[in-house]
């Protein structure tokens, strides 16, 4: 099989390139990334001259680029996890957000009708259905709830849903759609919560917490999610959205303290700050529909999995030391101002 993965030089993306390379040795994989600040080729390494493996660099959003490459390549399988996916970023730059994850995904949706695809799978988020109140922790996300966005990201993320879901409805294109929790795990870049924190703590640097720390998220291991697509890939269903989760809820206050403790560093460090602008409250999946139509269980816990994540941070200095340079400084001076 072909399988064609964009934004493979991302977090997510970068661990399914390796989860695949790794259980589909029999595979070709190519992977199509436009190399923005949070593309890194680092992350592939260890992979990169595999024989079944080919790196293209390009926009999901620049048709030549897509079409010339579903041409020459006729991929069986396209995996879509090429996104701008900073919520704070698309709050102070919304027009990017769209251009890929929404011009992106029609573009890629429009290559897969025209060299027909057996499978196109979107990458998607439970940021797409809002959050929850903090009071009502009877309530969760099912794939019934209905897409109520809040951030210029959550929106765009949710506008390519509705894209692909009408390639569906009016093309026949076999498509799904997975919307997963926050991941947390090795190659995160540290503008997002858990490696900023893990960084910060390190460099005995202030850890800007917004608000009052009591917003909700539902972590995941991002090789669950691997295993989750996986999954999808080879039993789902086609036309169907599958919510991943693990009920791992923690406030960010917990996660931060967990981490602070794990690298031995007093709690002073944690700095309040001034809230998000539209900060989702709380977000939970019930993965009821994945496990028992698929059979798929996370396999790690929250405890577990944010150790071996500290640990990994720890003996990999040079792939994020390479990061905290240009471009990153400027946006952690930017935005921060502990
Ligand atoms: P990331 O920001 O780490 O990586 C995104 C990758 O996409 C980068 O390698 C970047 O260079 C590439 N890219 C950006 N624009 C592109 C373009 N126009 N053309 C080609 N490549 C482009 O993101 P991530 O955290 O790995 O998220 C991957 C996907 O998973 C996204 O679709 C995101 O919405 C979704 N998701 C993320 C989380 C999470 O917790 N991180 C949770 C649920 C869903
Ligand atoms: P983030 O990692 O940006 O993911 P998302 O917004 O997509 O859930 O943020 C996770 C939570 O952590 C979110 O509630 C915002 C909060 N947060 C902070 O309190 N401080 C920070 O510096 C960052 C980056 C996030």
New binding site residues.
């Given amino acids: 099989m072909k399988i064609l993965v964009?934004?493979?030089?991302?977090?997510?993306?970068?661990?399914f390139v390796h989860y695949w390379l790794q259980n589909h040795p029999e595979d070709q994989l190519i992977n199509?990334?436009?190399?923005?600040?949070?593309?890194?080729l680092e992350t592939l390494k260890t992979i990169e001259t595999l024989p079944n493996y080919q790196f293209v660099q390009?926009?999901?959003?620049?048709r030549d680029t897509v079409f010339t490459l579903f041409e020459r390549e006729k991929p069986d399988v396209v995996v879509?996890?090429?996104?701008?996916?900073?919520v704070d970023r698309s709050i102070k730059d919304p027009e990017?957000f769209l251009?890929?994850?929404v011009l992106?995904t029609m573009v890629l949706l429009e290559a897969s009708k025209a060299y027909p695809v057996k499978r196109y799978h979107q990458?998607?988020?439970?940021?797409v259905y809002g959050d929850l109140p903090l009071e009502r922790k009877d309530l969760f996300f099912t794939e019934q709830t209905p897409l109520h966005t809040s951030s210029p990201?959550s929106a765009s993320?949710a506008s390519a849903d509705l894209l692909v879901q009408a390639y569906h409805r009016t093309y026949g294109l076999p498509v799904t759609i997975s919307?997963?929790?926050?991941?947390?795990g090795p190659?995160?870049?540290p503008e997002?919560l858990i490696p900023l924190m893990i960084i910060r703590a390190l460099n005995h640097e202030k850890l800007p917490i917004y608000g009052k720390g009591d917003n909700v998220r539902d972590w995941?291991h991002?090789e669950d999610?691997c295993r989750a697509i996986e999954k999808i890939l080879k039993e789902g269903k086609e036309g169907e959205v599958y919510n991943i989760g693990g009920h791992n809820e923690r406030t960010n206050l917990q996660v931060v303290k967990a981490i602070l403790k794990t690298l031995d560093r007093p709690e002073s460090l944690i700095s309040f700050v001034t809230d998000r602008l539209g900060h989702d409250r709380r977000y939970a999946i019930d993965p009821t529909k994945i496990e028992q139509e698929l059979g798929w269980k996370p396999r790690y816990n929250f405890d577990t999995g944010l150790q071996q994540t500290v640990a990994w941070y720890l003996s990999n200095k040079d792939w994020w030391g390479n990061i905290l340079t240009g471009e990153y400084r400027e946006y952690i001076k930017e935005t921060y101002t502990v």
């Fill in positions: 964009t934004g493979g030089a991302g977090f997510i993306g970068g661990n199509l990334d436009l190399l923005t600040y949070a593309g890194n390009g926009d999901i959003a620049d879509n996890f090429a996104a701008e996916s900073h990017s251009r890929t994850n992106g990458i998607s988020t439970d940021e990201y993320k919307r997963c929790s926050n991941n947390y190659y995160h870049f997002k995941l991002v999610h």
